[in-house]
Antibody
Framework: EVQLVESGGGLVQPGGSLRLSCAASGFTFSTYWMTWVRQAPGKGLEWVANVKGDGSEKYYVDSVKGRFTISRDNAKNSLYLQMNSLRAEDTAVYYC????????????WGQGTLVTVSS | DIQMTQSPSTLSASVGDRVTITCRASQSISVWLAWYQQKPGKAPKLLIYKASSLESGVPSRFTGSGSGTEFTLTISSLQPDDFATYYCQQYNSYSTFGQGTKVEIK
């Protein structure tokens, strides 16, 4: 059974940093694209970033380029999102998701971790 | 950037109704579209990928269709478990989601 468990969320001040983690199990992690999606309170879904199985390709939504970095450690079956220069508008539940093979549809999702950016 | 527009934003329906949600892309995305269902406080669940392919385990009352810029998700006979918010997602060029359609009880 595929399991994705996010951690690392919390309260951070504007301009601060936070690192999210996603522990994966139940599938061959290194062969799948992985994605971060966020959802601001009461709002819709926003695709944030993704990374190829071997880490060789990474893509970001424009609003986080230069501030967020997606990475993975295939030896640890873990996905990460390093978030710097955080803004109030980054407040959201952040979901880790496993892509559907080489496609960018999202077959499995974690339960999410809440990031609150506030002074 | 490709914009995705869903309609309606809210839909009131009764159990047994046939329900259709539309998603329009600002430019052609071929068939690179997925549909998700989300219930309050839960993660989204994949229903349809590649515009019309039904994800394993998803009831056959869910049908996806379309290509290019216009897509639809149809629920043939609405069940109590189907009251939720539905999102489309394009993945032809990077990825973007529609704003969501809430299906509520009439």
């Amino acid at each position: 059974e595929v399991q994705l468990v996010e951690s690392g969320g919390g309260l951070v001040q504007p301009g601060g940093s936070l690192r999210l983690s996603c522990a994966a199990s139940g599938f061959t992690f290194s062969t799948y694209w992985m994605t971060w999606v966020r959802q601001a309170p009461g709002k819709g879904l926003e695709w944030v970033a993704n990374v190829k199985g071997d880490g060789s390709e990474k893509y970001y939504v424009d609003s986080v380029k230069g501030r967020f970095t997606i990475s993975r450690d295939n030896a640890k079956n873990s996905l990460y999102l390093q978030m710097n220069s955080l803004r109030a508008e980054d407040t959201a539940v952040y979901y880790c998701a496993k892509n559907y093979g080489d496609y960018w549809s999202l077959q499995h999702w974690g339960q999410g971790t809440l990031v609150t950016v506030s002074s | 950037d490709i914009q995705m527009t869903q309609s309606p934003s809210t839909l009131s329906a009764s159990v047994g109704d046939r329900v259709t949600i539309t998603c329009r892309a600002s430019q052609s995305i071929s068939v690179w579209l997925a549909w998700y269902q989300q219930k309050p406080g839960k993660a989204p669940k994949l229903l349809i990928y590649k515009a019309s392919s039904l994800e394993s385990g998803v009831p056959s009352r869910f049908t996806g269709s379309g290509s290019g810029t216009e897509f639809t998700l149809t629920i043939s006979s609405l069940q109590p478990d189907d009251f939720a918010t539905y999102y489309c997602q394009q993945y032809n060029s990077y990825s973007t989601f529609g704003q969501g359609t809430k299906v509520e009880i009439k």
